[in-house]
């Protein structure tokens, strides 16, 4: 079985400080997602990386970052955290490849992140 | 934008009730389509995939209709445990990797 692991389930930050959520998956996956999920508004991208060292923006990069040195870990950082981070971030990855199928996404737990 | 719509619901149902949920998508060119699950404060996780011929999985059915961008999901002989947040999820394009997925549709199953 694929397995997604996040460093935290639940983290409590102030506004200004510097967050680091990882993420790390067993099962070789190309590809890297990192999202985050309010009530309302769906599942959102943040980021996203198809290969070490590579990112991209997703749909919603302002004041995150992301770092991904190794195949296996995928970072998202929060510069200086604000009140409008307070929320669920999920980290995804999939295989790539040619096959349609190789889009499935496995997602980790979930960091419930609230910033004060 | 590329978007995928779903009802949002509450769809409550009772126990052994048949329930249906549909989807549209706008972007023509997705290749890959998908049913997650959402459990109250949980990952999502993979329902179903769907294909063009559509495909049954116990006492769910996926179906896809290309031409109209639409998906469904049907859910037989509704159980307890079935009560979750659908998403419809689908490929962000031809060869893309990213996944666009809907807010999801809510199902209760009431005893």
């Known amino acids: 079985d694929v397995k997604v692991t996040q460093s935290s389930r639940y983290l409590v930050k102030r506004t200004g400080e510097k967050v680091f959520l990882e993420c790390v998956q067993d099962?070789?996956?190309?590809?890297m997602f990192w999202y985050r999920q309010d009530p309302g508004l769906g599942l959102r991208l943040i980021y996203f990386s198809y290969d070490v060292k590579m990112k991209e923006k997703g749909d919603i990069p302002e004041g995150y970052s992301v770092s991904r040195e190794k195949k296996e870990r995928f970072s998202l950082i929060l510069e200086s955290a604000s009140t409008n981070q307070t929320s669920m971030y999920l980290c995804?990855?999939?295989?790539?490849?040619?096959?349609?199928?190789?889009?499935?996404?496995?997602f980790g737990p979930g960091t419930r992140l609230t910033v004060l | 934008r590329k978007e995928v719509e779903q009802d949002p619901g509450p769809f409550n149902v009772p126990e052994g009730a048949t329930v249906a949920f549909n989807c549209t998508y706008s972007?023509?060119?997705?290749?890959?389509f998908f049913w997650y699950r959402q459990d109250c404060r949980k990952e999502p996780k993979l329902l179903m995939s769907?294909?063009?011929s559509g495909n049954e999985d116990g006492r769910f059915t996926a179906q896809l209709n290309r031409a109209s961008q639409y998906i469904s999901l049907l859910i037989r002989d509704s159980k307890l445990s079935d009560s979750a947040t659908y998403l419809c999820?689908?490929?962000?394009?031809?060869?893309?990797?990213?996944?666009?997925f809907g807010k999801g549709t809510k199902l209760s199953v009431i005893p």
């Open positions: 099962m070789d996956h190309e590809n």
């Open positions: 972007n023509s060119a997705s290749q890959s």
């Open positions: 769907v294909y063009s």
């Open positions: 995804a990855s999939s295989r790539g490849g040619t096959s349609v199928d190789y889009n499935e996404q496995f």
């Open positions: 999820v689908v490929n962000s394009g031809a060869g893309s990797y990213q996944l666009t």
